[in-house]
């Protein structure tokens, strides 16, 4: 059904007091502006959720409101988000987030107690880290001593913390990851082994954790809710784009000198660069002075709402991701996966999870291995020389692509794994 026609009341949980259908508890903590990658996957989750016969009940940040989602009333619960800090002494301020972090969130669940969740219902926690799973442990655990039975948990896990450093040659994964398996043992012994479903969105991240964590992990994929493909290829716009937020994971460090090399060998471009960050670009992109002032680039300053995201991407003939190869190692990336998704062509850096749907016949791209912004520059050359080719393979595979990495296929695993719990 069309995202934009529900009923504004579906999902309301005690609405329809005659009947009780299976509801899913969609804990967004993430969710803070109407224009962030939270609210496009939250889109997601709702449409196929409910396709998958749940009523859906969105848990958002307090700083989002009650704004609704695709018609769908949004409460707004969450004191703390994903990744976020509490202030304190460098010494022990990770640990202070952990530890008051975790008890915010727990106090915080107790707002789904007016709908009542029973054995028949699923919690989901889309983006989990340490704190997320400690906190709903304890809130768990509460209802145990309440006398109340436990939904269905499921919390995906979308990448190594950033406090971690996993090798590949070795294996290894190293840093202080006492917290996050703490969290994860919490919850498992609040919900019983049979209750709860802990995923990733990437196999590899998914047997890491299981080595180092010694806790079962399932893999899922990208969670990306695509719009419908449009008929025919806008007209181009730019060479090519980079979208996202600045930062040193995703080539902030490199990307100015990748710019200038190319537009040097190609004096006739124009390129379009998104910058969904606060404040100057010259806090967060390396040598920003040397491209502030060129004429041949288009600032697209601040979180762009869905449609002109869309428009973005289909005006540029290819998608610049010059992300850290370590990094995205064992997670996906989403502005990787809505090119896919929408046919267009990508330069990336490599070995990476990207670099591995490339070599499994997703998308049109070229890999840049022991990366440089001279062998970046030297990329984007060579989709350029060759853009329809390239576009028309990319446009044939994303139909592929948005099958094996969709939330429509996470929704679906997950709804297998409760069938047989």
Request: aromatic content about 8%.
């Amino acid at each position: 059904m069309p995202l934009e026609n529900r009923d504004a009341t579906a999902g309301a949980g005690t609405a329809n007091a005659g009947r009780r259908n299976r509801r899913a508890f969609l804990l967004q903590n993430g969710l803070r502006t109407a224009s962030s990658h939270y609210l496009q996957e939250t889109k997601g989750w709702i449409y196929n959720l409910e396709k998958a016969g749940y009523d859906v009940i969105v848990h958002a940040h307090k700083d989002f409101g009650e704004q609704p989602v695709s018609g769908l009333g949004v409460r707004a619960t969450f004191r703390v988000a994903p990744d976020s800090s509490i202030a304190g002494p460098a010494l022990f301020t990770r640990l202070r987030t952990f530890i008051e972090g975790a008890a915010m969130y727990s106090g915080d669940c107790r707002a789904l107690e007016a709908d009542q969740p029973g054995p028949d219902d699923l919690i989901l926690i889309p983006y989990a880290t340490e704190v997320e799973l400690l906190g709903l442990a304890r809130w768990l655990n509460r209802l145990h001593t309440l006398g109340k039975p436990r939904p269905f948990v499921v919390a995906v896990v979308h990448r190594p913390d950033y406090a971690w450093l996993w090798t590949p040659d070795t294996g290894e994964l190293c840093g202080d990851l006492a917290p996050f398996a703490y969290a994860c043992f919490s919850l498992l012994q609040a919900c019983q082994e049979a209750r709860l479903a802990l995923m990733t969105t990437t196999q590899a991240l998914a047997s890491v954790l299981e080595q180092h964590v010694e806790m079962p992990f399932l893999a899922g994929c990208a969670p990306m809710h695509y719009p419908p493909q449009p008929d025919e290829l806008a007209p181009l716009r730019w060479d090519f784009a980079f979208l996202g937020q600045m930062r040193p994971e995703k080539g902030s460090r490199s990307l100015a000198a990748i710019v200038r090399a190319y537009l040097q060998a190609r004096p006739q471009a124009r390129i379009a660069i998104q910058c969904d960050s606060p404040g100057d670009p010259a806090q967060y992109l390396d040598d920003y002075a040397s491209i502030a002032g060129e004429s041949r680039i288009d600032w697209l300053m601040g979180p762009q709402d869905d449609a002109t995201f869309q428009r973005t991407l289909q005006e540029a003939g290819c998608i610049l991701i010059p992300s850290d190869p370590a990094r995205y190692k064992l997670r996906v990336s989403g502005i990787f996966s809505d090119a896919l998704g929408n046919g267009r062509p990508v330069v990336v850096a490599g070995p990476s999870w990207m670099t591995e749907m490339l070599q499994a016949g997703h998308g049109a791209a070229v890999a840049v291995r022991n990366p440089t912004p001279e062998k970046f520059a030297r990329a984007l050359l060579t989709v350029q020389r060759a853009l329809p080719e390239f576009q028309q393979r990319a446009s044939e595979r994303s139909v592929r692509w948005r099958k094996e990495q969709s939330m429509e296929r996470l929704v679906d695993i997950i709804v297998q794994q409760i069938a047989a719990a």
